[in-house]
């Protein structure tokens, strides 16, 4: 079945980056855009971008732009986020989610879901 | 502040049928589909309904969207205590170079 494992939570202090991993498993990993949301604790889902693994091809949601980068391992089915100049704001559970079909970005969804890794802010 | 708007919570008894709005605009809901998750506590979301009214493989017909110009509906039909959770839409946004938008979340609460 499709699915999507991510790596473990991080603690970092203020001004460092995270990289976060998510590794897929039961699909054709270069067949599929690759998504990132993250969720602050007690709040909503915000989304902060998307990956191509084919081409390696990236769109930035404006708020994280020059502070996210998104890439791929095709070797190894693996997408990753990494969030750069971190502050106590970024605490959040970050989540990959796979684009749920091949078709164009406005009518898809976000099928299946990793299980979320916890980045702690904090000095 | 979310991009759309939805209550902040819901409640209904078991039995009961509720429904849960998401309110946009023309350059999201107005042009684009409409997705629904479900998050049940301490997990990640999962997709509970797809191109305004399309329901993935195991997620049960009690679960239906709609959508009607710049918003949107989830309903619930006979309500079970597992139901309780927060349930979120989302969509493409065509605004400067497009973005996916979610809802505030509603908080689902069976009585």
């Known amino acids: ?123 | 502040q979310s991009v759309l708007t939805q209550p902040p919570s819901a409640s209904g008894t078991p039995g009961q049928r509720v429904t849960i709005s998401c309110s946009g605009s023309s350059s999201n809901i107005g042009s684009n589909t409409v997705n629904w998750y479900q998050q049940l506590p301490g997990t990640a979301p999962k997709l509970l309904i797809y191109s305004n009214n399309q329901r993935p493989s195991g997620v049960p017909d009690r679960f239906s969207g709609s959508k009607s110009g710049t918003s949107a509906s989830l309903a619930i039909s006979g309500l079970q205590s597992e139901d309780e959770a927060d349930y979120y839409c989302a969509a493409w946004d065509d605004s400067l170079n497009g973005s996916w938008v979610f809802g505030g979340g509603t908080k689902l609460t069976v009585l």
């Open chain 1, 1 to 123: 079945q499709v699915q999507l494992v991510q790596s473990g939570a991080e603690v970092k202090k203020p001004g460092a980056s995270v990289k976060v991993s998510c590794k897929a498993s039961g699909y054709t990993f270069t067949g599929y855009y690759m998504h990132w949301v993250r969720q602050a604790p007690g709040q909503g889902l915000e989304w902060m971008g998307w990956i191509n693994p084919n081409s390696g091809g990236t769109n930035y949601a404006q708020k994280f732009q020059g502070r996210v980068t998104m890439t791929r391992d095709t070797s190894i089915s693996t997408a990753y986020m990494e969030l750069s100049r971190l502050r106590s704001d970024d605490t959040a559970v970050y989540y990959c989610a796979r684009a749920g079909a091949t078709v164009t970005i406005r009518h898809n969804w976000f099928d299946p879901w990793g299980q979320g890794t916890l980045v702690t802010v904090s000095s």
